[in-house]
């Protein structure tokens, strides 16, 4: 069973600096991996999707990676703004079932 | 930009009541999804729904759930005789099918279930 940690739990950050969210999983027969941004009370919405085939997606500020051999994924989100303060969610899609599984998130602060 | 609805917003409901949450997915997408997530825990897959049935679904989504697409645009999720435990908010998502690929899932904003 597909198991997703998501590392660290919890980040509060000043403005402006460079951060790494990551995201682990156990089984490395995924097909795509998936990150959310999650608003309080609000639904998801999709930051980038990384198919199995590839190694990396790039968004404006933001860049994931992916391992699939190290089952580790990485979000990358440059120069800070207290407008990205909001939950970060991975779920991977495991080749078998195609049943998403997400992580517990990491939620971020980032203060003026 | 299309986007993924959800109805309604928050529904509060007495232990044992049926509910009805609907959803409108994205016009031109073709797989359709449940996700619930309970205050505090993760999002959580209940079932995904492709060509007029189900494809697949979870532990959670048991006898007392059901699915169904009764028009060309809407998608909704029955809970035939609701618990406490199934206070949750709960998400519809849908994406486009495009072949040897999977496309990106939109999720709506989601419906508030309290069950007293």
């Known amino acids: 069973k597909q198991e997703v940690t998501q590392i660290p739990a919890a980040l509060s950050v000043p403005e402006g600096e460079n951060l790494v969210l990551n995201c682990s999983f156990t089984?490395?027969?995924?097909?795509?991996l998936q990150w959310f941004r999650q608003d309080p009370g609000k639904g998801l919405t999709s930051l980038l999707l990384i198919q199995s085939s590839q190694r990396e997606q790039t968004s404006g500020r933001l860049n994931a990676s992916l391992d699939k051999s190290s089952g580790r994924s990485t979000l990358y989100i440059a120069a800070s703004q207290p407008g990205d303060s909001a939950t970060y969610l991975c779920a991977v899609v495991s080749g078998g079932s195609y049943i998403p599984t997400f992580g517990r998130g990491t939620s971020l602060i980032v203060h003026p | 930009e299309p986007e993924v609805t959800q109805t309604p917003s928050h529904q509060v409901t007495q232990m044992g009541q049926e509910v009805i949450l609907r959803c409108v997915p994205i016009?031109?997408?073709?797989?359709f999804y449940w996700y619930r997530q309970i205050l505090g825990q993760k999002v959580e897959f209940l079932v995904s729904?492709?060509?007029?049935?189900?494809?697949?679904k979870s532990e959670i989504f048991d006898d007392q759930f059901s699915v169904e697409r009764p028009d060309g645009s809407n998608f909704t999720l029955k809970i035939r005789s609701t618990k406490l435990e199934d206070s949750a908010m709960y998400f519809c998502?849908?994406?486009?099918?495009?072949?040897?690929?999977?496309?990106?899932?939109?999720f709506g904003p989601g419906t508030r279930l309290l069950v007293l």
């Open positions: 016009s031109n997408h073709l797989y």
């Open positions: 998502a849908s994406r486009n099918l495009e072949t040897g690929r999977w496309e990106t899932q939109y």
């Open positions: 089984d490395s027969a995924i097909y795509n």
């Open positions: 729904f492709y060509n007029n049935e189900i494809s697949e």
